[in-house]
C-alpha cells in the first residue's frame, strides 16, 4: 500500500506513547540546560546530594510512606534489583507471580541462583493475573504491581505469612498508581515510566524488616558491593548512589515528581492515567474489532493499556502506518501477542493526546 497521511488536525500535539521509556516532557529536557543545571558535576557535593534529598523526601510525602521505611536509591534499572533480591533479600526460597514476562525474568533470576530452592511460580496466561496465596518454606512473595508487558494489575496487599517478605515490582505503575506501602517490604521501581525520567537508576521504598533481612544476610554471604542492598541503603542515607548515577535521570526524575505534587500528588496522577487508559478501554469496547487484551475490567491496568484486534485489522500494518505520521510506540510487547497495540498512559501522557490517537486510529482503520 502507498503512504497515508493522517491529517495534521487529527494527531495529537506529541505522538510519542510508548511503554517504556515513557515521553518525557521536553520543558524537563530545556531545563538540563538552564540555570542550577547539575549536569557535569560532581556526585558527592551538595547541589547533586540536595537533588538526591529532595527525591526522597518527595517520593516519601507522594506515597505516605509508614515510619522507618527508606527511600533507598541504586545504579542499574528494576532488572538489578531482582539480583539484589536474590542476594539480600531471599533467604531460603522465593514465590512468584507470572502473568507476563518481567515477572517470568524474576524467577528465572532465582531459578539461576545455587543458593536457593527453586522458586515457586504463580502463573496465568498473558492477560490475566494469577491469585498469591502461601505455600510452605517461601520466606519472599513478588509480583508486579502493572505487569508491563501485557497491562495486567494485581492488588498490592501483604498475605497472611509471618515473617514473610512481599516485594511488589512497580516499575510501571509507581507514580501512575497508588499503593498502601505498609503492605509491601519493597516498592520497587526505576524512573522511566510515570515518572518520565531516563534509565540507569532503582528505588526502593524498604521495610525495616527488608534491611533488618539484608544486613543479617549480606553479613552472611559475599555479595557484589552493587547488589547489596544495606550498601545501597547506607549510601542512601548520604543522598547518594555507590557509583556515579545519570545526573539527567535524577535531574529528569526531580522534574516530573515536583510536577505531580504541585498539581495534587497521587490523586492527580491516577485522574490522569485513568482518563487515558479508560478513553482507549471504552473505544475497544464500542468497536466489533477490537477488544481490550485484559478480560477483567478489575486487572486492567490504568496504565499500560492493552488492545487486541479480530483477523479483519492488521495491526502490524496499523503501527506501521502511525509510525510513519509521528505516532510511535505503540507496537505490543513481543511476546505478547501479535496483533494487538499497547499504548503507555503514564502521568506525562496527556489524555487529549490519547483522545487524538484514537481519532487517528479510527482514520487509519478505516482507510487499512
Request: hydrophobic share 45%.
Amino acid at each position: 500500500m502507498g503512504s497515508v497521511l493522517i491529517p495534521d488536525h487529527l494527531k495529537p500535539r506529541d505522538g510519542r506513547f510508548g511503554s517504556g521509556p515513557s515521553r518525557v516532557p521536553v520543558e524537563a529536557l530545556e531545563a538540563l540546560t538552564g540555570p542550577g543545571s547539575v549536569m557535569g558535576t560532581s556526585h558527592r557535593q551538595a547541589p547533586v546530594k540536595s537533588l538526591v534529598a529532595r527525591l526522597q523526601e518527595n517520593l516519601a510525602a507522594l506515597y505516605r510512606l509508614p515510619d522507618g521505611y527508606q527511600v533507598v536509591l541504586g545504579n542499574g534499572g528494576s532488572n538489578v534489583f531482582w539480583d539484589i533480591a536474590v542476594c539480600c533479600l531471599i533467604e531460603h526460597r522465593s514465590a512468584h507471580g507470572v502473568w507476563g514476562e518481567f515477572g517470568r525474568k524474576f524467577v528465572d533470576a532465582v531459578a539461576a541462583a545455587p543458593f536457593l530452592q527453586p522458586p515457586v511460580s504463580y502463573t496465568a496466561p498473558f492477560g490475566q493475573a494469577a491469585q498469591m496465596v502461601p505455600a510452605d518454606g517461601v520466606d519472599v512473595y513478588a509480583w508486579p504491581q502493572n505487569e508491563t508487558s501485557t497491562g495486567v494489575c494485581a492488588p498490592v496487599q501483604r498475605l497472611d505469612a509471618p515473617g514473610a517478605l512481599m516485594l511488589i515490582d512497580a516499575t510501571s505503575s509507581a507514580g501512575g498508581m497508588d499503593a498502601d506501602i505498609s503492605q509491601t517490604d519493597a516498592y520497587y521501581f526505576a524512573p522511566q515510566k510515570n515518572f518520565a525520567s531516563d534509565g540507569g537508576l532503582w528505588v526502593g521504598f524498604c521495610s525495616p524488616a527488608a534491611l533488618a533481612r539484608s544486613a543479617r544476610l549480606t553479613a552472611e554471604r559475599w555479595v557484589p558491593p552493587m547488589l547489596n542492598l544495606s550498601v545501597a541503603a547506607e549510601n542512601s542515607a548520604l543522598h547518594q548512589t555507590l557509583n556515579t548515577p545519570a545526573l539527567a535521570t535524577l535531574a529528569l526524575f526531580d522534574h516530573q515528581l515536583t510536577w505531580l505534587l504541585e498539581n495534587g500528588g497521587m490523586s492527580f496522577a491516577e485522574a490522569r492515567t485513568k482518563a487515558s487508559s479508560g478513553a482507549l478501554y471504552a473505544w475497544a469496547e464500542a468497536k466489533p474489532f477490537v477488544r481490550p487484551f485484559v478480560a477483567d475490567p478489575a486487572q486492567r491496568s490504568p496504565v499500560v493499556a492493552t488492545l487486541a484486534f479480530d483477523e479483519t485489522v492488521d495491526a502490524k500494518a496499523l503501527t506501521s502506518v502511525m509510525r510513519e505520521n509521528g505516532i510511535v510506540d505503540i507496537e505490543p510487547y513481543r511476546s505478547a501477542g501479535p496483533n494487538q497495540i499497547r499504548v503507555g498512559c503514564y502521568a506525562a501522557v496527556d489524555p487529549s493526546d490519547v483522545d487524538a490517537l484514537i481519532a487517528c486510529l479510527d482514520w487509519v482503520i478505516e482507510r487499512l
